[in-house]
């Protein structure tokens, strides 16, 4: 067996690679993906008949240059435009809904916006009635400010 092995290194370096691709499917920081990187670079100079001690320096030399080329345009691609993007309550805010329970002056009532019911006040102070088309402009805390919509 380890006779196989060192006439076809080949077939451990893709082995490695193998294993550091179903290891990043775990972290997805594309750190493990640089040595999988390096490993398929090492695979390759086995083909050139090139020795072990060398093809170990390519390994780790294709693993750092993947590291410090690659992974930054992986990352900035995976994370395109994600710092300007609300999520979770905040992105509420213009989204419309309709009310489900009246809302009185200067009070609370209900609203239901993508599915989901939240406590709602109005923007200017009016009373606005059950099944209005409002839209949210505000979200402080669990409660949200509304404003109808003028069809």
């Not at 196989?4 to 550091?20: D, E, F, P, R």
């Not at 040595?35 to 050139?48: E, K």
């Not at 419309?96 to 609370?108: N, S």
């Not at 239901?112 to 979200?139: L, M, N, Y």
């Amino acid at each position: 067996m380890i006779d196989y092995l060192t006439t076809n290194l080949w077939l451990v370096w893709s082995i490695i690679a193998a294993v550091c691709l179903i290891l990043e499917l775990s972290s997805g920081d594309f750190y493990v993906t640089c040595f999988a990187i390096g490993a398929v670079c090492a695979a390759v100079s086995t083909f050139l008949g090139i020795p072990f001690w060398a093809q170990v320096l390519i390994f780790a030399v294709g693993s750092v240059l993947s590291i410090w080329l690659i992974r930054p345009r992986l990352v900035g691609r995976l994370h395109h435009g994600g710092e300007e993007r609300e999520s979770n309550a905040d992105a509420l805010v213009g989204r419309e809904g309709r009310v489900i329970e009246a809302i009185p002056a200067d009070g609370h009532g209900y609203v239901k916006v993508d599915g989901d019911e939240w406590r709602a006040r109005s923007a200017d102070g009016q009373p606005i009635e059950k099944d209005v088309r409002v839209r949210v402009t505000d979200r402080q805390s669990i409660i949200v400010t509304v404003e109808t919509i003028n069809n």
